[in-house]
């Protein structure tokens, strides 16, 4: 099989890349930035079309560990990266959307300050500003530039960084938007054409049942229904926990395009993970002793002509990209505008270089953890995660409910608990995450028994002195 890249192709994926920079810096100056609503939130005039391409773009930067899975896993990827998210979704759009819009703000964090105040405020900024800094992200560009150009990783991860810095430091959100619209059309025609070209040559379902174990096609696969029920939870509390979720929420026209907007993404997500899985299962069928985390990019160079591998290249790069340039912005806004108290500046200097900060902050880590990623995973998902979570998600649908200091008090717990379960040896093994979870709730449950008891002692002591 041919995996060589042409000067062709190569320059496909170049002009691709540098058009969609120039598109974006040049529609995006037809939005003024005069407020910090248009800086942040595209003005609050996000139309349907722009929701739906961003919100979706947005949502598969690690497009390289969903086909590793879908290598090893097949149809069994669905149930780990796909229901939980799209429950999620649903009941995000169902519940959550109207009363998060109706609070007004501008980030995430700012919802928590309106509630309860500025010690929680900042608290939960910096947890914020620490889970969504794009590790993962940047290293993923930084391999593919890397295996594209053979340059040093380091120096690809730069290159990335500086690329995504360019078009969203002067024009903020605009840039994103418009840069989402094009990578969302480059990303959904690389895994279609990946899975048309595999159809037209191998076949249909029968090539696939002939080559794949059963497991493949079952959608628990050999998962216990333990282990599915850990995925399924962390889809929840990555869905209702994502800055970049709630920003494209702010940021809609109005309710109305918030709610179909998620509706519509919801499908389109669904046509990108059953186009990922069956192009990885193909590509385990043809190439069955590549590596998982190479395979599909090998498998999709050796079955795609000349030109359209250019074409391949610039949407898995797109993909990569419309969510790196998300979540650094997010991480540039909480820097400036919720730890800092920056909340709109006109002088460029001050947008470019918060994105400088958070995005040397991201490539020093990137650079520490690029083989030991894991160990950031517990730091970016479980500790600023699901402690965050739980008293989040109860703040948006029933409003305040507990004290600023109980409030704190159930995050840092959980934290606490988090730590002894992880570093603390013990017979029977608990995963950390779980305990943060239930701790996180339990306390919750104890401060509101314990609010309503004084309640009642308050009120009797009032009667009993009439």
């Not at 003005?43 to 879908?70: E, H």
């Not at 990019?297 to 591998?309: E, Q, T, V």
């Not at 606490?416 to 013990?426: G, P, R, T, Y």
Request: net charge positive; hydrophobic share 55%.
């Amino acid at each position: 099989m041919d995996l060589s890249l042409s000067k062709f192709d190569l320059s496909v994926f170049v002009i691709l890349t540098i058009l969609t920079l120039f598109y974006t810096l040049l529609l995006s100056r037809r939005h003024s930035e005069k407020s910090v609503a248009d800086y942040l939130l595209f003005g609050r005039k996000l139309t349907l079309p722009l929701f739906v391409t961003t919100l979706v773009s947005t949502w598969y930067g690690d497009i390289f560990g969903v086909t590793q899975i879908a290598f090893k896993r097949g149809i069994n990827t669905i149930a780990i990266y796909g229901l939980g998210f799209y429950f999620a979704g649903i009941f995000f759009m169902l519940f959550f959307v109207e009363k998060a819009r109706k609070m007004n703000v501008f980030t995430l964090p700012e919802i928590i300050q309106k509630k309860y105040g500025k010690t929680a405020y900042k608290l939960v900024s910096l947890m914020v500003l620490v889970k969504a800094l794009p590790i993962t992200y940047l290293i993923g560009i930084g391999l593919l530039i890397q295996k594209l150009f053979g340059l040093d990783l380091y120096y690809s991860m730069m290159v990335g960084l500086v690329f995504v810095i360019a078009y969203i430091g002067i024009r903020g959100f605009s840039g994103i938007i418009y840069s989402d619209a094009i990578q969302f059309i480059l990303m959904y025609a690389s895994v279609i054409m990946v899975v048309a070209f595999s159809y037209f040559k191998y076949g249909g379902y029968g090539f696939l049942d002939i080559n794949l174990d059963g497991s493949y096609f079952s959608i628990n696969g050999e998962e216990a229904l333990s282990g599915l029920f850990i995925w399924f939870f962390i889809s929840i509390m990555t869905t209702f926990m994502s800055p970049v979720f709630y920003q494209r929420c702010f940021a809609a026209k109005n309710t109305k395009v918030a709610k179909r907007g998620i509706f519509i993404s919801l499908i389109f997500w669904m046509i990108c993970d059953f186009c990922t899985v069956i192009g990885s299962m193909y590509a385990s069928a043809v190439l069955p002793n590549s590596m998982p985390h190479e395979a599909y990019f090998n498998y999709a160079l050796s079955i795609l002509p000349i030109g359209l591998k250019g074409v391949f290249l610039a949407g898995i790069a797109a993909t990569i990209l419309s969510t790196l340039d998300s979540f650094l912005f997010i991480c540039s806004n909480t820097l400036m505008y919720d730890l800092f108290n920056k909340k709109f500046v006109k002088n460029n200097i001050y947008k470019i270089g918060s994105l400088a900060v958070v995005g040397g902050i991201t490539f020093f880590l990137a650079g520490h953890f690029v083989d030991d990623i894991d160990k950031f995973y517990i730091l970016l998902r479980s500790y600023c995660g699901v402690t965050l979570a739980i008293p989040l998600m109860c703040t948006i649908a029933f409003g305040k409910f507990l004290s600023e200091k109980q409030f704190i008090a159930s995050i840092i717990l959980a934290c606490i608990f988090m730590v002894v379960s992880d570093f603390v040896q013990s017979e029977i093994y608990i995963e950390s995450f779980y305990v943060g979870a239930l701790v996180s709730f339990l306390s919750i449950i104890i401060f509101l028994i314990m609010n309503n008891v004084k309640r009642k002692f308050l009120l009797k002591v009032v009667y009993e002195s009439k």
